[in-house]
Antibody, heavy 119, light 107 residues
Framework: EVQLVESGGGLVQPGGSLRLSCAAS????????MHWVRQAPGKGLEYVSA????????YYANSVKGRFTISRDNSKNTLYLQMGSLRAEDMAVYYC????????????WGQGTLVTVSS | DIQLTQSPSFLSASVGDRVTITCRAS??????LAWYQQKPGKAPKLLIY???TLQSGVPSRFSGSGSGTEFTLTISSLQPEDFATYYC?????????FGQGTKLEIK
């Protein structure tokens, strides 16, 4: 069974940093591109970042470029999102998701982890 | 960035109704469109990809159509478990943007 389990969310002050993790199981992690998508409270889905299966290619939304870094450790079946210079507008539930074969959307999602940015 | 506009944003319907949600792209995206369902407090669930291909395990009352700039998601006969928020996502180019969502409520 495919499982994605996020962790690392919590309360952080504006300007602070946080690292999210997404532990994958039930599939060959190293064969799939992975994504981070966030959802602010009561709002819609916002694309954040993506990384290719081997980690060689990454993408960032303009809203997080230069502040967030996506990475993966295929030996540990884990995806990461290092977040820095956090702002109030970064407060959201962060989901990791597996890219479906053929880049046909995201076919498996984690349960999400909440990041709260507040002083 | 490609903008996706869903209509309506809110939809009130009854069990057994046929409903259609539209997603319009700001530029042509061929058939690179996916639809998701999200229930409160849960992660999104992939329903349809490539505009019209049903994801494995999704009931056949869900269908998708369209290409280019206009797409539709249709639920042929609403069931109680279908009341949720629906999002489209374009996969033609980065960033793979989402529509603003359509909340489907029970009438």
């Amino acid at each position: 069974e495919v499982q994605l389990v996020e962790s690392g969310g919590g309360l952080v002050q504006p300007g602070g940093s946080l690292r999210l993790s997404c532990a994958a199981s039930g599939f060959t992690f190293s064969s799939y591109a992975m994504h981070w998508v966030r959802q602010a409270p009561g709002k819609g889905l916002e694309y954040v970042s993506a990384i290719s299966s081997n980690g060689g290619s990454t993408y960032y939304a303009n809203s997080v470029k230069g502040r967030f870094t996506i990475s993966r450790d295929n030996s540990k079946n884990t995806l990461y999102l290092q977040m820095g210079s956090l702002r109030a507008e970064d407060m959201a539930v962060y989901y990791c998701a597996r890219e479906a074969v053929g880049a046909n959307g995201a076919d498996y999602w984690g349960q999400g982890t909440l990041v709260t940015v507040s002083s | 960035d490609i903008q996706l506009t869903q209509s309506p944003s809110f939809l009130s319907a009854s069990v057994g109704d046929r409903v259609t949600i539209t997603c319009r792209a700001s530029q042509g995206i061929s058939s690179y469109l996916a639809w998701y369902q999200q229930k409160p407090g849960k992660a999104p669930k992939l329903l349809i990809y490539a505009a019209s291909t049903l994801q494995s395990g999704v009931p056949s009352r869900f269908s998708g159509s369209g290409s280019g700039t206009e797409f539709t998601l249709t639920i042929s006969s609403l069931q109680p478990e279908d009341f949720a928020t629906y999002y489209c996502q374009q996969l033609n180019s980065y960033p793979p943007t989402f529509g603003q969502g359509t909340k489907l409520e029970i009438k």
